[in-house]
């Protein structure tokens, strides 16, 4: 059996279709600027979150925790921490897009 696509049909399959792109395309965008946030860390902490630096003292973020980077985000933007860059850093960022950046580090494979 053929469809036949009368206006309706038609303007409905468009708008769903581009909706749908436009979602995929609002979530590619999303990720782009979590990606963009967290490699703002990457001079310290390795690429990805993958630090090579053994002897630097510095810890590589891929596949720590969430809560975890979260917290230690959080105790570092309230001086809780003590550090030498990261309590200033940390300030740069809200709370939502330091949430970001951690589920960003968590995801990423050791």
Known sequence: MRTRWTTP?????????????GVASAQDASALQ???????????????????ALDSGLLGLAGLDKAYIVDQL????????????????TKGYTPQQLDAIAGYFAAQKK
Do not use: E, I
């Open 74 to 89: 959080n105790a570092f933007r309230d001086g809780k921490r003590p550090a030498t860059v990261m309590h200033q850093l």
């Open 34 to 52: 979590v990606r963009s946030w967290a490699a703002t860390c990457a001079n310290c902490h390795g690429t990805d979150g993958k630090s090579v």
């Open 9 to 21: 049909r038609l303007a409905a399959a468009l708008l769903a279709g581009g909706l749908t792109a």
